[in-house]
């Protein structure tokens, strides 16, 4: 029998991966079985677990899947914070003379107010990215983004059951608030986040109306992004 390749595997896991979400999209984590997120794939019980242990395993992959996109963007700015941190450095250490150093630094600073992520930036940057990103699959096949929200949602009640699935919740949790609480640090430093604020607590903040944007939007139908972006400005952009 030929091994089947990484590219091959790649797919078959995500067939059942996107037979799970749909499962569990419809019929919620507790009403669906392994039989029944195999039937969905259209391949043996048998086959579904040589790629994953069992449901709280697939559970876990598609919380992955949901929140990376719903957080993909808070980890871009922080990439990019890292990026002008790291080249703001090399500009200070490539200076010679004192004078050409003070004027690079004072570009730099406007450069970095420019780039600096306010609290109203991040949430709206979040929110915006939902409603723009064409999700695409290991398969290739599109993954629609109500289904992974829908998921996610009920992720969280699985936390408080406690267990595997909570742990690995509560660190991608732990890992998505310290990221942006860097971001709003460097606002802080930029001038676009108030300096008094602390950042760790603004950070949960954040999460929060992130958070309830996405119960609102699963339990009540789409949200004008528009609309709801421009209010977060209104409401937390500095005076």
Known sequence: ????????????????V???????????????????????????????????SGKD???????????AVIFSPVLRLHDEDDRNDRNHQGHQEDQEDQE???????QDDQG????????????????????????????????P?????????????EILRGGDIADRAAEGVAGA???LAAILRRGQRSGTVPADLDAADAARVVMAL????????IAFGPVDTTAFTQAVRALLSPR
Request: proline share 2%.
């Open 210 to 217: 992130l958070h309830g944007y996405l119960l609102q939007r």
């Open 112 to 143: 970095g107010r420019g780039a600096a992520a306010s609290v109203a930036d991040l949430i709206a940057a979040t929110v915006d990215n939902l409603d723009r990103t064409r999700l695409v699959d290991a398969a290739g096949n599109e993954v």
């Open 18 to 52: 996107a037979a799970a979400r749909r499962c569990f999209s419809r019929d919620g984590f507790h009403q669906t079985s392994m039989p029944a997120i195999a039937a969905e794939a259209q391949v043996a019980v048998g086959a579904a677990y040589r790629y994953f």
């Open 57 to 67: 395993d697939l559970i876990i992959a598609v919380a992955q899947d949901a929140f």
């Open 100 to 106: 050409d150093q003070k004027d690079q630094e004072d």
């Open 1 to 16: 029998m030929p091994r089947i390749t990484p590219e091959r595997r790649s797919a078959n896991r995500a067939v059942i």
């Open 145 to 157: 983004l109500d289904e992974l929200l829908r998921c996610a949602v009920q992720t969280w009640g």
């Open 177 to 179: 608030l310290n990221d």
